[in-house]
């Protein structure tokens, strides 16, 4: 082992199952192959002799084919409440230095207080870095071991009412991932603990926390199996994806929502409506406002339009991510008489949002108030 290996980590997590089975997530060949990786990998081989000083060996892999394979001993084990064993990444730049892992388990509220201490990093960074890796592992363990499966760590802020907010739920729709949807409105207390701005949505993990649909939509895409959310058609199709998410972003989502639906919206719907709608007119008139909003949607729709060419979808014939981004926002746009003229003219953005229709994902996540 190197001298002078000062750092360490602790890090405390709850898990909601019986310390046993926990426990047995450390210990047992075939549960340990199932979580004993960050979220985007696999463990591709792994080989536990559980017994004190018996040697275990995972071999991580990513999608990319990059391995990452650690090897150690077993130093304690004591059923069901602690397990200590030595880590050492083979090959690579720290295959050198051995660190020690400790792992105790404590009943509580019906679920396990899991308490682990990796100890003999050489610097802060090291250990900080192991700190991320652990949590994700204990991201995937909490998936297997909780009953309600990655619900049990992974939650949706956000009204599902909102069109980024549906985006989000209909990337988790796709991929096939459980969640739990926590329907905070914009700006709440609660929602500001989870964004900076109090927006909609914000996406929590274990102890990871994301805000920004995009940065959303790309973890839940690389973080879990299922279809993938990133176009598969090479170099052009992912570039066209991102500059249709930033069309959206930057102007479609204020022409379509902010311009146009909420102007309508902003006697009968919600005080937030009414505010929104009140600083995009900046003291114009409405019918002026929706009608230079309308202007923009007519370019933006043409640019769709041509965008689709013969295509179910915007970046081919599968969904991808800026196929999630548009459908709430048509869906929204084309309850408005004027929204539902001006789509005449635009058959293939009607087709792909049809297609967008038939999905499962999007009556699964169809907004419940309409
Ligand atoms: N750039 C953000 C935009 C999120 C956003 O604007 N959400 C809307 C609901 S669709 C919201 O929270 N609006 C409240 C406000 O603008 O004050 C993202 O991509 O997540």
């Not at 004190?52 to 990059?66: E, F, L, Q």
């Not at 802060?124 to 700190?131: E, F, K, M, V």
């Not at 739990?180 to 207390?189: D, N, S």
């Not at 923009?296 to 981004?325: H, R, V, W």
Request: proline share 6%.
């Amino acid at each position: 082992m190197k001298e002078a290996a000062t750092f360490h980590l602790e890090i405390e997590r709850f898990i909601k199952a019986p310390r046993e089975k926990v426990f047995a997530a450390f210990t047992q060949e075939s549960l340990l192959k199932a979580w004993h990786c960050p979220r985007g990998m696999t463990v591709a081989e792994a080989s536990v002799d559980a017994r004190v000083g018996g040697a275990y060996r995972i071999v991580m892999a990513s999608r990319d084919g990059s391995r990452f394979v650690v090897v150690g001993a077993y130093q304690a084990i004591e059923p069901p409440d602690f397990i200590a064993y030595t880590w050492r990444a083979e090959g690579g730049p720290a295959s050198d230095l051995t660190t020690l892992i400790e792992v105790s388990l404590t009943a509580k509220d019906g679920g396990t207080a899991l308490r682990m201490r990796h100890t003999g990093f050489p610097n802060a960074q090291a250990s900080a870095s192991h700190r991320q890796g652990w949590q994700s592992c204990f991201n995937r363990l909490s998936d297997l071991v909780d009953a309600e499966g990655s619900a049990g760590t992974l939650t949706l802020f956000g009204d599902p009412r909102s069109s980024y907010c549906w985006t989000a739920r209909l990337g988790l729709a796709e991929k096939g991932v459980k969640y739990r949807l926590a329907p905070h409105a914009p700006h709440t207390p609660e929602q500001r603990a989870v964004h900076p701005f109090g927006l909609v949505p914000a996406l929590r993990d274990g102890e990871t926390e994301i805000y920004e649909t995009r940065a959303i939509l790309s973890y839940v895409d690389e973080a879990f199996d299922g279809p993938p959310l990133a176009p598969t058609g090479g170099v052009t199709a992912r570039a066209r994806n991102e500059q249709w998410i930033s069309l959206i972003n930057c102007y479609g989502y204020d022409a379509m929502v902010r311009r146009c639906l909420f102007q309508h919206m902003a006697e009968s719907g919600p005080p937030l409506v009414a505010a929104i709608a009140a600083k995009s007119r900046a003291g114009r008139p409405v019918g002026e406002v929706v009608a230079e909003a309308l202007r923009e949607i007519d370019m933006q729709l043409d640019l769709f339009e041509k965008g689709y060419g013969a295509n179910d979808y915007l970046t081919g014939s599968s969904p991808a991510t800026a196929d999630l981004f548009l459908a709430p926002l048509i869906h929204y746009f084309g309850q408005l008489p004027q929204g539902r003229e001006l789509l005449q003219k635009y058959p293939a953005v009607r087709h792909g949002h049809d297609v967008m229709k038939a999905r499962p994902s999007f009556a699964a996540t169809l907004p419940k108030a309409d």
